[in-house]
């Protein structure tokens, strides 16, 4: 019985020392936070190559800091990790050009990103899709 409520009793000790670690934590970043309003963000810079994690530095008059950010691998460089859009259906497949397009309007600019109101994105026509099509097209007129 005596081993139980040694092991209780410390399990105790050890969550109220990890809540006053987190406590501590809180009330630092609380002394560090500037009275500053008007951040100016730059944007996302990676720590290698053009994705993942990396940092994000702001000034707000002689003050500046760093915040740690995250650049998706799959987002779209043409517009930027900032910007975030809406984008509507593809378009049909354009037989002059061998592609379909499609545009997006802004749905939010993260930390006073300058974005486009709307762009524009295309693709190729995926050869497959239209093979596929005329297949089953054939299966139903036998």
Same mark, same amino acid.
């Given at each position: 019985? $005596?081993?139980?409520?040694?092991?209780?009793?410390?399990?105790?000790?050890?969550?109220?020392?990890?809540?006053?670690?987190?406590? +501590?934590?809180?009330?630092?970043?609380?002394?560090?936070?500037?009275?500053?309003?008007?951040?100016?963000?730059?944007?996302?810079?990676?720590?290698?190559?053009?994705?993942?994690?990396?940092?994000?530095?702001?000034?707000?008059?002689?003050?500046?800091?760093?915040?740690?950010?995250?650049?998706?691998?799959?987002?779209?460089?043409?517009?930027?990790?900032?910007?975030?859009?809406?984008?509507?259906?593809?378009?049909?497949?354009? +037989? $002059?050009?061998?592609?379909?397009?499609?545009?997006?309007?802004?749905?939010?600019?993260?930390?006073?990103? $300058?974005?486009?109101?709307?762009?524009?994105?295309?693709?190729?026509?995926? +050869?497959?899709?239209?093979?596929?099509?005329?297949?089953?097209?054939?299966?139903?007129?036998?």
């Amino acid at each position: 019985m $005596q081993p139980r409520s040694l092991l209780l009793l410390l399990a105790l000790l050890l969550l109220a020392a990890t809540a006053e670690a987190a406590k +501590a934590k809180k009330e630092k970043a609380k002394k560090e936070g500037s009275e500053c309003q008007d951040w100016r963000w730059g944007p996302c810079v990676p720590n290698s190559k053009d994705c993942g994690l990396g940092y994000r530095e702001g000034t707000c008059g002689d003050e500046s800091r760093k915040l740690k950010c995250k650049i998706p691998c799959n987002w779209k460089k043409k517009f930027g990790a900032d910007c975030k859009y809406k984008f509507e259906s593809w378009g049909g497949c354009s +037989a $002059q050009t061998g592609v379909k397009t499609r545009s997006g309007v802004l749905k939010k600019a993260l930390y006073n990103a $300058q974005c486009e109101e709307v762009v524009y994105v295309s693709k190729p026509c995926a +050869a497959k899709m239209k093979a596929k099509a005329k297949a089953k097209k054939g299966k139903g007129k036998d």
